[in-house]
């Protein structure tokens, strides 16, 4: 049973455009959002997250809303640029009160072109 | 720089053989992680230390088990692995408590022969 979803194995935008990457999740005790970004053969790195209390979060390019109702979360970034491409992974967390553990989706690639 | 550290970057191993894998880090942080990831699929929790207490996930193997012996090392052990343990295993960490973000390290390539 898949809790966190990303439909869109893969997405191509024109540099400068905007890009919208989407994420619906399953399990209402999800209350902390993140998204990560991962280049090929490195670990994931922390791009943005969002807590269950907010329904937006800004980052200078990075924008990410939550909608809680609809259990669905999205990140744009814009103007998207040709190191933005990268495989990004939305991840949901349920905390222990100690430690924040991770449920991901399966990614989705983004591939910016000129 | 900060950082967490996976070593080695890609491991071979023999069908049944033990093998462990290292991953340290600088941040100082309490909470260290382990994950499994397999082709085209999302990382999965295997298990994770707060400090010294150990939390299993309900649905990890037997086979999978784990030592942290101080804040900056924390090693998986496989005891016996099998093909299906062939996979991308990454380590991350903490800081204590809720809404944390977790940093990554660079994963150890597991392949199983």
């Known amino acids: 049973d898949q809790q966190v979803k990303q439909n869109s194995p893969s997405l191509s935008v024109q540099e400068g455009r905007i890009s919208i990457l989407n994420c619906d999740y399953t399990n209402s005790m999800f209350d902390y959002f993140l998204w990560y970004k991962k280049y090929p053969a490195e670990g994931p790195t922390f791009l943005i997250s969002?807590?269950?209390?907010?329904d937006k979060n800004e980052d200078g390019r990075f924008t990410v809303f939550l909608n809680k109702s609809a259990k669905h979360l999205s990140l744009h970034i814009v103007p998207s640029q040709p190191g933005d491409s990268a495989v990004y992974f939305c991840?949901?967390?349920?905390?222990?009160?100690?430690?924040?553990?991770?449920?991901f989706g399966t990614g989705t690639r983004l591939q910016v072109t000129l | 720089d900060a950082m967490v550290i996976q070593n080695p970057r890609y491991q071979v191993t023999q069908f049944g053989k033990p093998v462990t894998l290292s991953c340290s880090q600088t941040l100082n942080h309490n909470v260290m992680y382990w994950y499994q990831q397999k082709s085209s699929q999302a990382p999965k929790l295997l298990f994770h230390?707060?400090?010294?207490?150990?939390?299993n996930e309900a649905d990890t193997p037997d086979n999978f088990q784990s030592r942290r012996p101080n804040t900056s090392f924390c090693f998986l052990d496989i005891r016996s692995p099998g093909l299906g343990d062939a996979a991308m295993y990454l380590c991350a960490t903490s800081e204590q408590g809720a809404w944390q973000p977790q940093h990554f390290g660079d994963g150890t390539r597991l392949s199983i022969l």
């Open positions: 230390y707060y400090d010294k207490d150990f939390n």
């Open positions: 991840a949901a967390s349920r905390s222990t009160g100690t430690a924040s553990k991770l449920t």
């Open positions: 969002i807590s269950s209390i907010k």
